[in-house]
């Protein structure tokens, strides 16, 4: 059971990472092709926003990979 939860959060932080720099990727095309952003006027901080959260999500898997890693 331990291995499984363990398991289950690498692929949620890993996950996260993905998804966060996935959107970055998308705000950056976009405003390097000037396309229209509807509910994007902020880009720089959106960018930041995702920044942070993959971040936080690759810290914890360092923390989690630390601690509690069985290999």
């Not at 331990?2 to 949620?12: D, W």
């Not at 959107?23 to 092709?33: F, G, Q, R």
């Not at 902020?42 to 990979?65: F, P, Q, W």
């Amino acid at each position: 059971m331990k291995e499984r939860i363990y398991k289950t959060m690498v692929q949620r932080y890993t996950s996260e990472i993905e998804d966060a720099l996935l959107k970055i990727d998308m705000l950056m095309a976009n405003a390097a092709s000037n396309a229209v952003m509807v509910n994007h006027t902020d880009v720089t901080g959106e960018i930041n926003k995702y920044l942070a959260r993959a971040a936080s999500a690759s810290e914890k898997l360092a923390l989690l990979r630390r601690f509690y890693s069985t290999n």
